[in-house]
Structures are given as C-alpha cells and as structure tokens.
T-cell receptor, first 116, second 113 residues
C-alpha cells in the first residue's frame, strides 16, 4: 500500500503564528513517531505514539509543541507561537512492531517549515 | 544513554571505488542498528538493519554493514560506488524501550565521475 504521507510538504509562516503539520501513517501501523531535522541539531526524536498507550513526549523541546493522534491513525503536530529556531524539516515515521526491539520505522517525505 | 557517531560528515569517492561510511555506537545493552539513506528533498529510506544473528547484514542497492561488538562499530560498505549513491547516510540505534531512534550526524556521500 501507500507509504507514510505528510502535509503540507512546505510551510512558510511568520514568527508568532501557530502551525499544524499532518502525518498519515501506513495503514495498520500502530506506532507513529515524529522527528525533527535541522542543520544545527541533526535528527532529533520528538514524540512517539503506540496504540492506545500514553504518548512518549520526552523529545518535545518546549511546551509550544504538542501532538495528537486521532483514532489511532492520523497524527497532527502543532507548534504554537512559532520561533525562527523552529525552522526545520519535520519527519513522521510509522512502524508495526512485531516486537519492540525489531520494528523498522518507515519515514514520510517530511514537511519543511520556515519561520520568517 | 545511547549515542551514535559518524566519522566524516562528507565522504567523496570516485565512481567504481569502494564506499566506506563509518559508524560507532554507544549502548549499554545489545544494540539494534540501522542505516538509512536520504536523497535530496526526500524522507529516510531504510538500507539495512542489524537486530540479532549474523553480524554481516546485506541491504538494498548493494550495501552491507558488519556489526562488530568489540569495536562498537557498524560501518557501511559498498564495493563499487555508482553516481546514484550520492546522498546522505544516517546510522541509528534503537532505544532500549524500542520507542525511538538515535541518529548519528549523517555522512554526505559524493561520487565523482
């Protein structure tokens, strides 16, 4: 079937505005991850959803960042009051772990966020 | 905490030459290791992974990697580089809880004609 999809592919916003980034995981994948890729910090984990369990938010950089996953499928990453340092590519991944130690994460194409 | 170090942010090889991209990891438990490739303006594509068993892992596009516990390494190799191999390569280790990947800083591979 289709891979992980993300929208929009590019987003330009002004400092202080809120943005929402969307991720559609591979159908049937119960685990979903958000990562951020920036020039200064490389690839960083942000948040992880697994089934109906409480999400692991340990990677979120500030309380301006939040994410939800509705119905165990689509996820939205929201950044409030955007700052220039939020400019990055936001990558979503999903997996269907046979067991937690061997699952492969499949990545979407990312959303490039530019905060002016 | 786990960490991954990729030696060399940029590697340049001639077409047909051996490709060697270095990855060293730090982990308190047996690691699960991955190599991903990223082409311009695209997401990450899995090249290969090591979980358990055979330490020499073969992946897509002719790449392979060898897990060496004694050296805490998982270097990526390809015998003969193609122009199409030009991309950025990331080594990663899966967390103990299996809920996140920790990535190295990436190595940009350039292939000269």
């Amino acid at each position: 079937g289709a891979g992980v999809s993300q929208s929009p592919s590019n987003k330009v916003t002004e400092k202080g505005k809120d943005v929402e980034l969307r991720c559609d995981p591979i159908s049937g994948h119960t685990a979903l991850y958000w990562y951020r890729q920036s020039l200064g910090q490389g690839l960083e984990f942000l948040i992880y959803f697994q089934g109906n369990s409480a999400p692991d938010k340990s990677g979120l950089p500030s309380d301006r960042f939040s994410a939800e996953r509705t119905g165990g499928s689509v996820s939205t990453l929201t950044i409030q009051r955007t700052q220039q340092e939020d400019s990055a590519v936001y990558l979503c991944a999903s997996s269907q772990p046979l067991d937690f130690s061997t699952d492969t994460q499949y990545f979407g194409p990312g959303t490039r966020l530019t905060v002016l | 905490a786990q960490s991954v170090t990729q030696l060399g942010s940029h590697v340049s090889v001639s077409e047909g030459a051996l490709v060697l991209l270095r990855c060293n990891y730090s982990s308190s438990v047996p690691p699960y290791l991955f190599w991903y490739v990223q082409y311009p303006n695209q997401g990450l594509q899995l090249l290969l992974k090591y979980t358990t068993g055979a330490t020499l892992v073969k992946g897509i596009n002719g790449f392979e990697a060898e897990f060496k516990k004694s050296e805490t390494s998982f270097h990526l190799t390809k015998p003969s580089a193609h122009m199409s191999d030009a991309a950025e390569y990331f080594c990663a280790v899966l967390s103990n809880a299996g809920n996140m990947l920790t990535f190295g800083g990436g190595t940009r591979l350039m292939v000269k004609p």
